[in-house]
């Protein structure tokens, strides 16, 4: 395993942009020097960063610092990203998708005869 590509571009934009931000420069020690401790003793299997290690980071830096709503970006973050994909459906002719509704009791009714 390695890296999260996305976080090494923040790393990378940290480097550029703040490099002697204390929160930044504490990230960027961690990054350094604790997949190593973590594989040396076998505790993970993926030591690396993902990231969210640093986007809370760059948010302080730029005075965001409202942490109730790093959630709030994260989900539309991703919302934006299903929207594109929606998009891209729509572009290229392709079926909308609707994915079936059930009930807990439709599963159970369902699965019961599988035994």
């Not at 395993?1 to 990230?27: A, N, S």
């Not at 980071?57 to 959630?71: A, C, D, G, I, S």
């Not at 934006?80 to 079926?95: C, E, N, T, Y």
Request: proline share 6%.
């Amino acid at each position: 395993r390695k890296t999260d590509p996305r976080y090494t571009c923040q790393r990378e934009f940290g480097l550029k942009h703040m490099p002697d931000d204390e929160l930044f420069l504490i990230v960027d020690t961690i990054y350094q020097v604790m997949p190593g401790i973590l594989l040396e003793h076998g505790k993970a299997k993926n030591p690396y960063p993902n990231v969210d290690s640093h986007s809370g980071v760059l948010l302080w830096h730029y005075n965001f610092t409202q942490y109730e709503y790093f959630t709030v970006l994260f989900g539309v973050s991703r919302a934006m990203g299903a929207l594109s994909q929606v998009f891209w459906d729509r572009a290229l002719g392709m079926p909308l998708e609707r994915p079936k509704s059930i009930t807990s009791e439709w599963i159970v009714n369902h699965f019961e005869g599988k035994k």
